[in-house]
């Protein structure tokens, strides 16, 4: 492939707002997360019968993924080509810490199955391919800070040896009271670069 | 009887994150798996930890969990026949 890659469409879910391609979609006065997510779940007219059940994680990176990926008619269902190379720092940390928490006293040993099965950062992947039906390339990275370069690097290599048509790319990153999703869609359609300084400045908007 | 029922319907919508659905949309004889309530398979060991966590039931066999699963109704029949707290 050599065409020039683009970015299509970004969202941002941070600071209780979830946006697309820089404006806002939903905001909420809410600093609570469960709350917000609850609310933009609802107001973003998302169906997923499982959301509910899903770990914070998962949750964040779910709706910031059907945020770009609803909008996508370019693809008809069962062509949906698109990989999930998604990163952050905390990995599942908060899942862990509450599974942790569920088996430390001996006396009190009861781990919760719902809650084990997301002490894995990609389980998030399964669950938006699962909504999208994409049986596509994913991966998760864990980086100490967000790797524009690193995500750039990845995302040209499926597309340029044709592994996938898109590419769903991002951070989605949860631990205790802090979270922070950022998603973007890479083709060849669009009009933003895609490259280092693009990915950069988007991420910090 | 009727207490333990409403009792089970509650710790279900709770623990199981049951968004949107009340105490009143359950019905005793509902199907609590497929076209009832819709609860998966990780729901399903839920609740075999929660028959051991609050009603002190081991189930040494998970495909018993098929049939004591099958309602509340049933569920409750279950475990105040078996219960050990």
Redesign the interface.
Known sequence: MSTKLHIERYCHIKNSTVSLNGAPLFEIASEDFLTFIKAAYKELDTKYSKFFKMDNLSKLAFLAADVLLKEDTSLSEGEKNIAIVLSNRASSLDTDRKHQASISDPKNYYPSPAVFVYTLPNICIGEISIKHKLFSENSFFIFETFSADLLKVYTESLLKTNKAEKVLCGWVDFDADSYEAFLYLVSSEGTIEHNNNEITRLYRL | MSELREELKEKIIEQ????DVAVADIADDDSLFGDGL?L?S??A??LI?ML??DYGIKLSDPKEGRKIFESIGVMADYIAEHRTK
């Open positions: 199981l994150n049951l968004e819709g998966d990780i729901d060991l839920e930890v051991d966590k």
